[in-house]
């Protein structure tokens, strides 16, 4: 096993039986682990992609409309 230091900034490979399983990310102090961890969840992911293809496909609210709805003008 190979010694890591604060230092490295580049992901951490695990291996089994040389078969990456695992990566290790380092963390900066800013980092957001809330963004982190939905960056991986792949039902998020699905989400997001969804959503994007029907913004694309149908448009998406006006901000002002978004607001008018809402009771914020």
């Known amino acids: 096993m190979r010694k890591c230091s ?3 900034r580049e992901p951490l490979i695990v291996t089994d ?3 990456p399983v695992m990566a290790l990310v380092p963390l900066d102090e800013d980092m957001d682990l809330e963004t982190l961890s939905l960056s991986f969840n792949e039902e998020f992911i699905g989400i997001i992609e969804r959503s ?3 913004q ?3 448009g998406g ?3 002002e409309e978004v ?3 809402l009771g914020l003008d």
């Open 56 to 58: 694309e496909a149908e």
């Open 6 to 8: 604060s230092s490295d």
């Open 17 to 19: 039986g040389g078969r």
């Open 61 to 63: 609210i006006p901000i």
């Open 67 to 69: 607001r008018r709805q």
């Open 52 to 54: 994007r293809a029907r």
